[in-house]
């Protein structure tokens, strides 16, 4: 871990008034989705505003990370600016009539046919100017909503033959609701380094939810006996001198108790190890308690949450782990996917509570994400290596979903003579066997985990045909009346 330089710690103040015609509204959580990227959704969270004479500060998505620092009255803080496209900058300063984020600014009172232009902060660049000017004012319906709306359009004289035009795009803002349009406002003052995208409003919480609603506990963790999970794991070794794996483990889940606080899954295991063999545990038992995942799922995107419930987190004694939120992605991995909500969280700073120090991890990482069809779909842990977890497949309510895995390398079961091979592993519609016996003699027996035959073929050729069999683990028995019988194992994807 290293220490990172020092910043008083500002006394927060918070004013219980909204203002109009400003970007943000305090306390108004709200949700926009990127136009270009439609699987991307994130939040904004105005909580927080400092007041200093004339000119006020919000602070974004901050209230629990400043709450957690409540008992320092000074700190050593690293001030992480939100640079990447669709996060925010450190803070946001207005006044009368301006507000300011860094080199962005926006005449939030502008009148009708107002322009104002913005120079480039890019090295080289200070030719480059982006014009921005308001085209209308005038009542629009936006979430059942109607509003007073400014809108502003684009105009750059800087031009990227492989981006969309900054003109394609625009800001609307709405006198009580703030930011309906946007274009990140790295966008603007950089255009050179960062390719032009939008975001549009979908949903508003302040007290009243309005459109989108971010995803609950209960919304998450809500698997029921009967429901299947099929993961894989990725071990990446710290040294050389171990390889790295993969392997492969289907979650059968038992029983399912839930409570309003938590959700406590009895699930079977069965493993295929990077061995090559089948191992099967029984009972297992998997709990989420509500009070570990309540503030880190109402929190808005690029906040910084502390908690040290989770079983991803570094466990260190006295420091508390900060969670950065990522936002929401509808999953395309998993289908119908536009019912599938994916949520991104990644582990990378610590609060000292004693010595008042918030540190940057630098030899431990962890990332986790939760879906609304199956819950956690992926935890990651690492130092010098890593250990991977993620979903590939999943059985829910009798309904099939799965994602075929690529591995870095082709798995190969074989004999001891080394004679006889099954090819891919995982196999998708098609089992390869390749051998210097003459297997037309030969029966093959295909046997799922609990030992039922599934399938049975006298072998006429070197392939069998798994395309009807349903996905997880299977035992291959190539049998003979006189030379006996070969033994395999495999993965239907």
């Known amino acids: 871990m290293k220490e990172l330089y020092t910043l008083l710690f500002l006394f927060v103040t918070q004013i219980a008034f909204s203002q109009p015609w400003q970007l943000y509204q305090l306390h108004q959580l709200t949700h926009y989705q990127n136009t270009v990227d439609t699987t991307q959704i994130i939040s904004i969270n105005m909580d927080s505003v400092i007041i200093n004479g004339n000119n006020s500060t919000g602070l974004f998505n901050q209230h629990d990370f400043y709450n957690a620092l409540a008992p320092c009255s000074s700190v050593t803080f690293w001030n992480q600016p939100y640079y990447t496209s669709g996060k925010f900058y450190d803070t946001l300063t207005w006044n009368a009539d301006t507000s300011r984020m860094n080199q962005f600014y926006f005449l939030t009172n502008a009148v009708?046919?107002?322009s104002w232009i913005i120079t480039s902060s890019g090295s080289g660049s200070s030719t480059d100017t982006v014009t921005i000017t308001c085209t209308t004012i005038q009542p629009e319906t936006f979430l059942g909503i109607t509003d007073s709306v400014k809108t502003f359009s684009l105009a750059s004289t800087f031009s990227n033959p492989f981006a969309l035009p900054l003109s394609n795009f625009q800001f609307k803002l709405s006198k009580n609701y703030g930011l309906i349009e946007y274009v990140p406002f790295e966008c603007i003052h950089s255009p050179q380094y960062y390719y032009p995208k939008s975001y549009i409003i979908i949903g508003i919480n302040n007290n009243t939810l309005i459109g989108f609603a971010q995803p609950t506990f209960s919304d998450y963790f809500h698997l029921h006996a009967g429901d299947v999970v099929l993961w894989q794991y990725d071990h990446v070794s710290a040294s050389i001198l171990f390889p790295d794996y993969t392997e492969y483990f289907t979650d059968s889940i038992t029983n399912s108790l839930i409570t309003p606080d938590s959700i406590i899954y009895t699930t079977d295991r069965t493993t295929l190890n990077h061995f090559g063999n089948i191992v099967t545990q029984t009972g297992l038992i998997q709990k989420f308690f509500k009070e570990d995942y309540e503030t880190i799922l109402s929190a808005g995107s690029g906040s910084l949450i502390?908690?040290?419930?989770?079983?991803?987190?570094?466990?260190?004694?006295?420091y508390i782990d900060l969670w950065n939120s990522a936002g929401w992605h509808i999953d395309t991995n998993f289908f119908p996917s536009s019912n599938t909500i994916r949520s991104d969280f990644a582990l990378g700073y610590n609060i000292d509570t004693v010595g008042c120090t918030v540190q940057e991890y630098i030899d431990y990482g962890a990332w986790f994400s939760l879906n609304t069809l199956v819950g956690l779909t992926r935890y990651m842990t690492g130092s010098f290596g890593s250990d991977d977890y993620y979903v590939i497949g999943a059985t829910i309510n009798g309904?099939?979903?799965?994602?075929?895995?690529?591995?870095?390398?082709?798995?190969?079961e074989q004999t001891k003579n080394n004679t006889t091979l099954v090819f891919p592993n995982p196999a998708?519609?098609?089992?390869?066997?390749?051998?210097?016996?003459?297997?037309?003699?030969?029966?093959?027996?295909?046997?799922?985990?609990?030992?039922?035959?599934?399938?049975?073929?006298?072998?006429?050729?070197?392939?069998?045909?798994?395309?009807?069999?349903?996905?997880?683990?299977?035992?291959?028995k190539l049998t003979h009346a006189k030379n006996g019988e070969l033994n395999f194992k495999f993965v239907k994807n």
């Open 306 to 318: 502390a908690e040290n419930g989770l079983p991803m987190g570094a466990g260190y004694l006295q």
């Open 399 to 412: 309904v099939t979903y799965n994602h075929t895995p690529v591995l870095p390398v082709r798995v190969i």
């Open 112 to 114: 009708l046919n107002q």
């Open 428 to 476: 998708t519609d098609v089992l390869t066997i390749s051998s210097n016996k003459n297997l037309e003699s030969y029966t093959a027996i295909i046997y799922d985990v609990t030992g039922k035959k599934v399938h049975k073929i006298k072998l006429n050729k070197n392939t069998i045909n798994v395309k009807n069999l349903a996905q997880g683990f299977y035992s291959l």
